[in-house]
């Protein structure tokens, strides 16, 4: 069974950084891809970033792109999101996904329960 828990989360001044943690297990190949999405209250879900496993290749959305990178230590087992110049916008619940890498971050069939990133104005 695919398990994934984030840790990270918390409260950060505008400019300020975060660091998101993902550890996932359960996976029997490295043929999948794990990624971030979040959903702020009253609002849809939305992708942020991407990583293959296999072979590294990455995805950010629009809105994030030159502010967060999205790594991975395959020795750990571990997707880390690193969050630069946050803004007020980036507060949400962000949630760590695990899927075949074919198909988009909101279509992953594994998830974790969240962390809250909260960014003060």
């Known amino acids: 069974e695919v398990q994934l828990v984030e840790s990270g989360g918390g409260l950060v001044q505008a400019g300020g950084s975060l660091r998101l943690s993902c550890a996932a297990s359960?996976?029997?190949?490295?043929?999948?891809?794990i990624g971030w999405f979040r959903q702020a209250p009253g609002k849809e879900r939305e992708d942020v970033s991407c990583?293959?496993?296999?072979?590294?290749?990455?995805y950010y959305a629009d809105s994030v792109k030159g502010r967060f990178t999205i790594s991975s230590d395959n020795a750990k087992n571990t997707v880390y999101l690193q969050m630069n110049s946050l803004k007020p916008e980036d507060t949400a619940v962000y949630y760590c996904?695990?899927?075949?890498?074919?198909?988009?971050?909101?279509?992953?069939?594994?998830r974790g329960r969240g962390t809250q990133v909260t960014v003060s104005s």
């Open positions: 359960g996976f029997t190949s490295d043929d999948y891809a």
């Open positions: 996904a695990a899927g075949p890498t074919e198909l988009p971050i909101l279509e992953f069939g594994s």
């Open positions: 990583i293959s496993i296999s072979d590294g290749s990455t």
